[in-house]
Protein backbone atom coordinates (compact mmCIF):
# COMPACT_ATOMS: atom_id res chain seq x y z
CA UNK A 1 0.00 0.00 0.00
CA UNK A 2 2.48 2.23 0.64
CA UNK A 3 4.35 1.78 -2.67
CA UNK A 4 1.02 2.33 -4.10
CA UNK A 5 1.39 5.86 -2.53
CA UNK A 6 4.60 6.91 -2.87
CA UNK A 7 4.40 6.29 -6.91
CA UNK A 8 1.01 8.09 -6.85
CA UNK A 9 2.69 11.16 -5.23
CA UNK A 10 5.89 11.22 -7.28
CA UNK A 11 3.47 11.04 -10.44
CA UNK A 12 1.80 13.81 -9.40
CA UNK A 13 4.96 16.07 -7.88
CA UNK A 14 6.56 15.32 -11.13
CA UNK A 15 3.71 16.00 -13.11
CA UNK A 16 3.32 19.38 -11.82
CA UNK A 17 7.39 21.00 -11.74
CA UNK A 18 7.44 19.38 -15.66
CA UNK A 19 4.51 21.38 -16.51
CA UNK A 20 5.68 24.71 -17.25
CA UNK A 21 7.55 22.76 -20.12
CA UNK A 22 3.92 21.12 -21.75
CA UNK A 23 3.96 22.70 -25.10
CA UNK A 24 0.32 24.85 -25.83
CA UNK A 25 -0.98 25.47 -29.34
CA UNK A 26 -1.98 29.38 -30.39
CA UNK A 27 -5.10 30.35 -30.16
CA UNK A 28 -7.58 32.55 -31.27
CA UNK A 29 -8.68 35.20 -29.30
CA UNK A 30 -10.39 37.45 -31.41
CA UNK A 31 -8.62 39.67 -34.05
CA UNK A 32 -5.77 38.08 -31.93
CA UNK A 33 -3.57 34.75 -31.83
CA UNK A 34 -1.57 33.85 -28.52
CA UNK A 35 0.14 31.13 -26.69
CA UNK A 36 -1.08 30.22 -23.30
CA UNK A 37 1.41 29.31 -20.55
CA UNK A 38 0.86 27.54 -17.08
CA UNK A 39 3.17 26.55 -14.37
CA UNK A 40 3.84 26.57 -10.36
CA UNK A 41 4.06 29.80 -9.66
CA UNK A 42 2.77 32.83 -7.19
CA UNK A 43 -0.89 32.67 -8.22
CA UNK A 44 -0.69 34.97 -11.08
CA UNK A 45 -2.28 36.19 -14.16
CA UNK A 46 0.17 37.46 -17.14
CA UNK A 47 -0.81 39.26 -20.20
CA UNK A 48 2.16 39.86 -22.50
CA UNK A 49 1.27 42.42 -25.39
CA UNK A 50 4.46 43.22 -26.91
CA UNK A 51 6.19 45.82 -27.59
CA UNK A 52 4.13 47.50 -25.22
CA UNK A 53 5.26 45.28 -22.44
CA UNK A 54 3.64 43.03 -19.39
CA UNK A 55 0.65 43.16 -17.45
CA UNK A 56 0.40 40.62 -14.16
CA UNK A 57 -1.95 40.52 -10.83
CA UNK A 58 -2.79 38.06 -8.04
CA UNK A 59 -6.11 36.53 -9.14
CA UNK A 60 -6.30 32.95 -7.27
CA UNK A 61 -5.01 31.26 -4.37
CA UNK A 62 -3.05 28.34 -5.90
CA UNK A 63 0.30 27.90 -6.85
CA UNK A 64 -0.09 28.33 -10.45
CA UNK A 65 1.15 30.78 -12.69
CA UNK A 66 -1.30 31.72 -15.86
CA UNK A 67 0.43 33.74 -18.86
CA UNK A 68 -0.68 34.77 -22.21
CA UNK A 69 1.28 36.42 -24.84
CA UNK A 70 0.40 38.26 -27.92
CA UNK A 71 1.89 36.67 -31.15
CA UNK A 72 -0.20 37.64 -33.85
CA UNK A 73 -3.01 40.37 -34.47
CA UNK A 74 -5.13 41.06 -37.22
CA UNK A 75 -4.33 45.43 -37.73
CA UNK A 76 -6.96 45.70 -40.08
CA UNK A 77 -10.27 43.39 -38.39
CA UNK A 78 -8.54 45.42 -35.01
CA UNK A 79 -8.98 49.19 -36.38
CA UNK A 80 -12.78 48.28 -37.55
CA UNK A 81 -13.18 46.69 -34.12
CA UNK A 82 -12.60 49.48 -32.38
CA UNK A 83 -13.45 52.55 -34.34
CA UNK A 84 -16.85 52.44 -32.85
CA UNK A 85 -18.69 51.89 -29.71
CA UNK A 86 -20.66 48.94 -30.94
CA UNK A 87 -17.38 47.18 -32.51
CA UNK A 88 -15.53 47.28 -29.20
CA UNK A 89 -18.86 45.90 -28.01
CA UNK A 90 -18.50 42.95 -30.37
CA UNK A 91 -14.99 42.53 -29.91
CA UNK A 92 -15.63 41.81 -25.85
CA UNK A 93 -18.11 39.86 -26.82
CA UNK A 94 -15.80 37.82 -29.53
CA UNK A 95 -13.00 37.61 -26.84
CA UNK A 96 -15.06 36.21 -24.07
CA UNK A 97 -16.15 33.46 -26.33
CA UNK A 98 -12.97 32.54 -27.24
CA UNK A 99 -11.83 33.22 -24.22
CA UNK A 100 -13.78 30.48 -22.98
CA UNK A 101 -13.13 27.40 -25.28
CA UNK A 102 -9.17 28.54 -24.64
CA UNK A 103 -9.54 27.91 -21.20
CA UNK A 104 -11.46 24.53 -21.88
CA UNK A 105 -8.58 23.81 -24.48
CA UNK A 106 -5.41 24.15 -22.26
CA UNK A 107 -7.17 22.78 -19.20
CA UNK A 108 -7.48 19.54 -21.41
CA UNK A 109 -3.74 19.76 -22.64
CA UNK A 110 -2.51 20.15 -19.35
CA UNK A 111 -4.32 17.16 -17.47
CA UNK A 112 -3.63 14.69 -20.39
CA UNK A 113 -0.29 15.43 -20.60
CA UNK A 114 0.29 15.39 -16.73
CA UNK A 115 -1.44 12.28 -16.76
CA UNK A 116 1.48 10.88 -20.00
CA UNK A 117 4.26 12.71 -17.36
CA UNK A 118 2.95 10.70 -14.54
CA UNK A 119 2.98 7.48 -16.59
CA UNK A 120 6.23 7.79 -17.56
CA UNK A 121 7.49 8.33 -14.01
CA UNK A 122 6.07 5.20 -12.75
CA UNK A 123 7.93 3.60 -15.76
CA UNK A 124 10.65 4.98 -14.88
CA UNK A 125 11.00 3.63 -11.11
CA UNK A 126 12.54 0.38 -10.06
CA UNK A 127 9.19 -1.43 -9.78
CA UNK A 128 7.80 -1.04 -13.75
CA UNK A 129 5.02 -2.88 -13.22
CA UNK A 130 1.17 -1.66 -14.60
CA UNK A 131 -0.50 -0.90 -11.63
CA UNK A 132 2.41 1.23 -10.32
CA UNK A 133 2.60 2.69 -13.91
CA UNK A 134 -0.88 3.28 -13.44
CA UNK A 135 -1.07 4.49 -9.59
CA UNK A 136 1.82 7.37 -11.06
CA UNK A 137 -0.51 8.35 -14.25
CA UNK A 138 -3.54 8.92 -12.02
CA UNK A 139 -1.24 11.00 -9.52
CA UNK A 140 -0.44 12.88 -12.27
CA UNK A 141 -4.01 13.58 -13.60
CA UNK A 142 -5.23 14.49 -9.90
CA UNK A 143 -2.38 16.08 -9.26
CA UNK A 144 -3.12 18.58 -12.38
CA UNK A 145 -6.46 18.62 -12.68
CA UNK A 146 -6.98 19.36 -9.09
CA UNK A 147 -4.65 22.11 -9.53
CA UNK A 148 -6.33 23.88 -12.52
CA UNK A 149 -9.55 23.33 -10.86
CA UNK A 150 -8.93 25.25 -7.83
CA UNK A 151 -6.83 28.18 -10.20
CA UNK A 152 -10.48 28.46 -12.00
CA UNK A 153 -12.87 28.38 -8.47
CA UNK A 154 -10.59 31.08 -7.00
CA UNK A 155 -9.79 33.17 -9.48
CA UNK A 156 -10.57 36.81 -8.54
CA UNK A 157 -10.89 39.70 -10.83
CA UNK A 158 -10.38 42.18 -8.23
CA UNK A 159 -6.84 41.27 -8.38
CA UNK A 160 -6.33 43.57 -11.31
CA UNK A 161 -7.75 46.43 -8.60
CA UNK A 162 -3.51 45.96 -8.18
CA UNK A 163 -1.63 44.82 -11.49
CA UNK A 164 2.05 45.30 -11.67
CA UNK A 165 2.97 46.65 -15.44
CA UNK A 166 6.88 46.26 -16.80
CA UNK A 167 7.48 47.88 -20.21
CA UNK A 168 8.16 50.86 -21.41
CA UNK A 169 7.24 54.18 -19.89
CA UNK A 170 5.40 55.23 -22.72
CA UNK A 171 2.16 53.06 -22.40
CA UNK A 172 1.89 52.23 -18.67
CA UNK A 173 -0.78 54.57 -17.42
CA UNK A 174 -2.91 53.17 -20.41
CA UNK A 175 -2.32 49.86 -19.83
CA UNK A 176 -2.60 50.12 -16.23
CA UNK A 177 -6.20 51.53 -16.52
CA UNK A 178 -7.05 49.18 -19.40
CA UNK A 179 -7.49 46.78 -16.41
CA UNK A 180 -8.45 48.57 -13.67
CA UNK A 181 -11.77 50.05 -14.44
CA UNK A 182 -15.01 49.14 -14.49
CA UNK A 183 -14.67 46.12 -11.54
CA UNK A 184 -17.74 45.81 -9.11
CA UNK A 185 -18.10 42.55 -7.39
CA UNK A 186 -18.52 39.29 -9.06
CA UNK A 187 -20.23 36.42 -7.81
CA UNK A 188 -20.08 33.90 -10.81
CA UNK A 189 -17.79 32.71 -13.27
CA UNK A 190 -19.53 33.82 -16.00
CA UNK A 191 -18.49 37.75 -14.51
CA UNK A 192 -15.27 36.05 -14.29
CA UNK A 193 -15.02 35.61 -18.36
CA UNK A 194 -16.66 38.70 -18.75
CA UNK A 195 -14.14 40.71 -16.71
CA UNK A 196 -11.09 38.85 -17.90
CA UNK A 197 -12.60 39.43 -21.57
CA UNK A 198 -13.40 42.93 -20.80
CA UNK A 199 -9.73 43.56 -19.61
CA UNK A 200 -7.88 41.39 -22.71
CA UNK A 201 -9.95 43.39 -25.01
CA UNK A 202 -9.17 46.95 -23.43
CA UNK A 203 -5.83 45.53 -23.91
CA UNK A 204 -5.45 44.41 -27.16
CA UNK A 205 -7.67 47.78 -28.50
CA UNK A 206 -4.40 49.55 -27.12
CA UNK A 207 -2.76 48.64 -29.80
CA UNK A 208 -4.27 50.36 -32.48
CA UNK A 209 -5.39 53.35 -30.03
CA UNK A 210 -4.88 54.91 -26.91
CA UNK A 211 -8.09 54.80 -24.32
CA UNK A 212 -9.82 58.46 -23.92
CA UNK A 213 -8.78 59.51 -20.37
CA UNK A 214 -6.36 57.22 -19.19
CA UNK A 215 -6.27 58.66 -15.94
CA UNK A 216 -9.74 57.38 -14.96
CA UNK A 217 -11.13 61.10 -13.68
CA UNK A 218 -8.73 61.37 -11.14
CA UNK A 219 -5.66 63.56 -9.84
CA UNK A 220 -2.51 62.19 -9.65
CA UNK A 221 0.77 64.07 -7.70
CA UNK A 222 4.17 62.59 -8.64
CA UNK A 223 6.06 62.06 -5.54
CA UNK A 224 9.32 61.81 -6.06
CA UNK A 225 12.50 62.15 -3.36
CA UNK A 226 16.12 61.83 -2.32
CA UNK A 227 17.94 62.44 -6.09
CA UNK A 228 20.99 63.20 -4.17
CA UNK A 229 22.38 65.39 -7.24
CA UNK A 230 21.81 63.01 -9.59
CA UNK A 231 21.25 64.28 -12.89
CA UNK A 232 19.10 61.40 -14.33
CA UNK A 233 16.84 61.24 -11.24
CA UNK A 234 15.69 64.85 -12.53
CA UNK A 235 15.28 64.11 -15.86
CA UNK A 236 13.22 60.69 -14.66
CA UNK A 237 11.21 62.55 -12.67
CA UNK A 238 10.27 64.81 -15.66
CA UNK A 239 9.32 61.31 -18.21
CA UNK A 240 7.24 60.52 -15.42
CA UNK A 241 5.54 63.83 -15.05
CA UNK A 242 4.91 64.26 -18.62
CA UNK A 243 3.70 60.29 -18.76
CA UNK A 244 1.25 60.16 -15.72
CA UNK A 245 -0.58 63.58 -16.66
CA UNK A 246 0.37 64.61 -13.19
CA UNK A 247 -0.84 67.80 -11.85
CA UNK A 248 2.08 68.63 -10.14
CA UNK A 249 5.67 66.73 -7.98
CA UNK A 250 6.09 66.90 -4.56
CA UNK A 251 10.10 66.67 -4.22
CA UNK A 252 10.25 65.47 -0.13
CA UNK A 253 14.19 66.28 0.33
CA UNK A 254 17.83 65.76 -0.10
CA UNK A 255 17.64 66.99 -3.61
CA UNK A 256 21.75 67.54 -3.45
CA UNK A 257 23.81 65.55 -0.93
CA UNK A 258 26.69 67.47 0.52
CA UNK A 259 25.86 71.33 0.95
CA UNK A 260 28.19 72.27 -2.00
CA UNK A 261 27.21 75.12 -3.57
CA UNK A 262 27.98 73.53 -7.01
CA UNK A 263 25.14 71.44 -6.32
CA UNK A 264 22.02 74.00 -6.59
CA UNK A 265 22.96 74.01 -9.99
CA UNK A 266 20.85 70.59 -10.47
CA UNK A 267 17.88 73.09 -10.07
CA UNK A 268 18.60 74.64 -13.79
CA UNK A 269 17.66 70.83 -15.12
CA UNK A 270 14.41 71.65 -13.36
CA UNK A 271 14.13 74.41 -15.06
CA UNK A 272 10.93 74.38 -17.81
CA UNK A 273 9.36 71.75 -16.07
CA UNK A 274 6.13 70.52 -17.17
CA UNK A 275 4.02 70.89 -13.97
CA UNK A 276 4.47 72.77 -10.93
CA UNK A 277 7.65 71.57 -8.75
CA UNK A 278 6.60 71.32 -5.02
CA UNK A 279 10.19 70.92 -3.06
CA UNK A 280 10.30 69.85 0.78
CA UNK A 281 14.10 70.14 2.00
CA UNK A 282 15.86 67.68 3.79
CA UNK A 283 18.50 66.94 5.71
CA UNK A 284 21.03 67.02 3.21
CA UNK A 285 19.75 70.13 1.59
CA UNK A 286 21.85 73.47 3.28
CA UNK A 287 20.40 76.37 3.76
CA UNK A 288 22.34 78.30 0.72
CA UNK A 289 20.86 75.69 -1.79
CA UNK A 290 17.85 75.34 -0.43
CA UNK A 291 17.70 79.42 -1.59
CA UNK A 292 19.06 78.93 -4.72
CA UNK A 293 16.57 76.09 -5.61
CA UNK A 294 13.95 78.00 -4.34
CA UNK A 295 14.45 80.85 -7.04
CA UNK A 296 13.73 78.71 -9.76
CA UNK A 297 10.57 79.98 -11.53
CA UNK A 298 9.05 76.38 -11.50
CA UNK A 299 9.89 75.50 -7.93
CA UNK A 300 7.50 75.96 -5.16
CA UNK A 301 9.47 75.79 -2.14
CA UNK A 302 7.63 74.57 0.79
CA UNK A 303 8.74 74.99 4.58
CA UNK A 304 5.65 75.32 7.46
CA UNK A 305 2.72 76.39 5.13
CA UNK A 306 0.63 75.03 1.91
CA UNK A 307 0.29 75.48 -1.45
CA UNK A 308 -2.64 73.95 -3.40
CA UNK A 309 -1.84 71.66 -6.65
CA UNK A 310 -4.30 70.17 -8.53
CA UNK A 311 -7.23 70.97 -5.99
CA UNK A 312 -5.40 69.52 -2.78
CA UNK A 313 -3.95 71.61 -0.05
CA UNK A 314 -0.11 70.45 0.67
CA UNK A 315 1.50 71.56 3.66
CA UNK A 316 5.59 71.22 3.47
CA UNK A 317 7.47 70.97 6.80
CA UNK A 318 11.30 70.96 5.57
CA UNK A 319 13.99 68.97 7.57
CA UNK A 320 14.77 71.44 10.66
CA UNK A 321 18.55 69.76 10.32
CA UNK A 322 21.66 69.39 8.44
CA UNK A 323 23.83 66.64 8.55
CA UNK A 324 25.52 66.15 5.46
CA UNK A 325 29.03 68.24 6.86
CA UNK A 326 28.16 65.76 10.21
CA UNK A 327 28.40 68.95 12.61
CA UNK A 328 24.93 67.56 13.39
CA UNK A 329 25.31 64.21 14.11
CA UNK A 330 22.29 61.49 13.09
CA UNK A 331 21.31 60.80 16.57
CA UNK A 332 20.96 64.74 17.20
CA UNK A 333 18.69 64.98 14.30
CA UNK A 334 16.71 62.45 14.70
CA UNK A 335 15.90 64.19 17.89
CA UNK A 336 15.50 67.50 16.70
CA UNK A 337 12.77 66.29 14.32
CA UNK A 338 10.88 64.03 16.76
CA UNK A 339 10.49 67.32 19.19
CA UNK A 340 9.27 69.37 16.32
CA UNK A 341 6.63 66.80 15.38
CA UNK A 342 4.80 68.64 17.44
CA UNK A 343 5.04 71.99 15.93
CA UNK A 344 3.73 70.16 12.83
CA UNK A 345 0.93 68.68 14.86
CA UNK A 346 -0.30 71.94 15.53
CA UNK A 347 -0.12 73.13 12.20
CA UNK A 348 -1.86 70.15 10.57
CA UNK A 349 -4.58 70.93 13.25
CA UNK A 350 -4.98 74.48 12.02
CA UNK A 351 -4.51 74.55 8.50
CA UNK A 352 -5.93 71.12 7.84
CA UNK A 353 -4.25 69.80 4.76
CA UNK A 354 -5.01 66.93 2.60
CA UNK A 355 -1.15 66.31 2.31
CA UNK A 356 1.72 66.42 5.21
CA UNK A 357 4.98 66.44 3.12
CA UNK A 358 8.20 65.73 5.20
CA UNK A 359 11.78 64.24 4.30
CA UNK A 360 11.60 62.31 7.59
CA UNK A 361 8.64 60.80 9.00
CA UNK A 362 9.76 61.53 12.18
CA UNK A 363 8.49 64.81 12.03
CA UNK A 364 4.79 63.85 11.17
CA UNK A 365 4.37 60.74 14.11
CA UNK A 366 2.74 63.30 15.83
CA UNK A 367 0.53 64.35 13.45
CA UNK A 368 -1.06 60.52 12.47
CA UNK A 369 -4.81 60.55 13.20
CA UNK A 370 -4.88 64.11 11.94
CA UNK A 371 -4.52 64.00 8.30
CA UNK A 372 -5.78 61.84 5.65
CA UNK A 373 -1.85 61.21 3.85
CA UNK A 374 1.65 61.98 5.15
CA UNK A 375 4.70 61.53 2.14
CA UNK A 376 8.11 61.00 3.02
CA UNK A 377 11.29 59.86 2.11
CA UNK A 378 14.81 59.52 3.89
CA UNK A 379 15.00 55.99 4.02
CA UNK A 380 15.75 54.93 0.66
CA UNK A 381 12.84 52.08 0.91
CA UNK A 382 9.72 51.90 0.11
CA UNK A 383 7.06 51.68 2.49
CA UNK A 384 2.74 51.64 2.92
CA UNK A 385 0.95 51.14 6.04
CA UNK A 386 -1.71 52.76 8.35
CA UNK A 387 -0.94 54.84 10.83
CA UNK A 388 -4.19 55.95 13.38
CA UNK A 389 -6.03 56.14 9.82
CA UNK A 390 -3.44 58.37 8.22
CA UNK A 391 -2.12 56.65 5.28
CA UNK A 392 1.41 56.69 5.59
CA UNK A 393 3.92 56.37 2.14
CA UNK A 394 7.53 56.50 2.01
CA UNK A 395 9.41 56.27 -1.49
CA UNK A 396 12.70 55.21 -2.19
CA UNK A 397 15.54 56.79 -3.85
CA UNK A 398 15.07 58.69 -7.46
CA UNK A 399 18.09 59.44 -7.51
CA UNK A 400 18.98 55.31 -6.75
CA UNK A 401 20.71 57.21 -3.96
CA UNK A 402 22.81 59.70 -5.62
CA UNK A 403 26.20 59.47 -8.31
CA UNK A 404 27.04 56.11 -7.15
CA UNK A 405 24.46 54.49 -8.99
CA UNK A 406 26.60 55.15 -11.72
CA UNK A 407 28.94 53.25 -10.74
CA UNK A 408 28.78 49.26 -11.79
CA UNK A 409 28.64 48.18 -8.13
CA UNK A 410 25.66 50.49 -7.27
CA UNK A 411 22.75 48.34 -9.03
CA UNK A 412 20.58 50.24 -7.21
CA UNK A 413 16.78 51.04 -8.47
CA UNK A 414 15.51 54.83 -9.52
CA UNK A 415 12.16 55.13 -7.57
CA UNK A 416 9.08 56.72 -7.31
CA UNK A 417 5.45 57.20 -7.00
CA UNK A 418 2.04 58.66 -8.39
CA UNK A 419 -0.50 58.96 -6.39
CA UNK A 420 -3.98 59.03 -7.53
CA UNK A 421 -6.92 60.96 -5.75
CA UNK A 422 -10.58 61.01 -6.54
CA UNK A 423 -13.04 63.26 -4.97
CA UNK A 424 -9.60 64.73 -3.09
CA UNK A 425 -9.12 61.56 -1.40
CA UNK A 426 -6.42 59.09 -2.10
CA UNK A 427 -7.48 56.47 -4.21
CA UNK A 428 -4.62 54.38 -5.38
CA UNK A 429 -0.70 54.68 -5.90
CA UNK A 430 1.71 53.16 -8.44
CA UNK A 431 5.22 52.59 -7.60
CA UNK A 432 7.41 52.87 -10.12
CA UNK A 433 11.43 52.02 -9.97
CA UNK A 434 13.70 51.00 -12.56
CA UNK A 435 17.44 49.70 -12.61
CA UNK A 436 19.37 51.30 -15.52
CA UNK A 437 18.99 53.35 -18.70
CA UNK A 438 17.58 51.65 -21.28
CA UNK A 439 16.00 49.14 -18.94
CA UNK A 440 12.20 48.89 -18.60
CA UNK A 441 10.13 50.18 -15.84
CA UNK A 442 8.41 48.42 -13.23
CA UNK A 443 4.83 49.53 -11.94
CA UNK A 444 3.10 48.09 -9.50
CA UNK A 445 -0.43 49.75 -8.04
CA UNK A 446 -1.93 49.46 -4.80
CA UNK A 447 -4.81 50.45 -3.75
CA UNK A 448 -5.44 52.99 -1.17
CA UNK A 449 -8.22 52.80 1.77
CA UNK A 450 -8.77 56.11 2.95
CA UNK A 451 -10.34 56.32 6.83
CA UNK A 452 -13.61 58.62 5.94
CA UNK A 453 -14.44 59.73 9.61
CA UNK A 454 -10.62 60.57 9.68
CA UNK A 455 -10.95 62.67 6.79
CA UNK A 456 -14.67 64.66 8.20
CA UNK A 457 -12.58 65.20 11.52
CA UNK A 458 -9.76 66.72 10.17
CA UNK A 459 -11.63 69.06 7.71
CA UNK A 460 -14.07 70.31 10.58
CA UNK A 461 -13.36 73.57 12.23
Given at each position: ML???????M??L?A????R?I?L??Q?LG??????T?GL?G??????IP???Q???N??D?P?????E????D?P?LG?AV???E????L???????L???L?R????????????????????P????K??L??AT??????S????????T??P??WE?PK?T?T??R?????E?V?R????????RD?F??A?ER????????A?P???PA?????????????SN?LG?E?T????????V?A?????D????G??V??R???LIDGF????V???G???????RV??GR??E???L?R??VT??G??V???????F?A???T??E??N???????E??A????E????I?????E??A??????V??V???????????????TI?????S?G?TG??SFT??A?L????QVI?F?????S?V??????S??S?F??????L???E???????S?
Amino acid sequence: MLRYIFVFTMGGLIALLLLRFIPLPAQDLGPARVRTTAGLGGGNTAVLIPPLGQISANTHDTPLTFGIELVQLDIPQLGVAVSTDEGRDALQVRIQRDLAGSLRRTGLVLVVAGTIIGALTGALMPYRKWKYILAAATGGLVAVSTLFGLALVTFDPQGWEEPKFTGTLARAPDMLEAVNRNLGSLDNLRDRFEVASERISDLVALLAEPLDDPAGGTKAILHVSDIHSNPLGVEVTRQLARQFDVSAVIDTGDLTSFGNPVEARIGDLIDGFPTPYVFIPGNHDSTANRVEVGRIEEVVLLDRETVTVGGLDVLGWADPTFTASNQTSTEEGNTAREEEGELVAEAVEELTPDILAVHDERLAEDSYGRVPLVISGHTHERDLRIEEGTIQLVVGSTGATGLGSFTIEADLPYEAQVIYFRDGLPSAVDYVSFKSLGSEFDIQREVLEVDEELVEESQSP
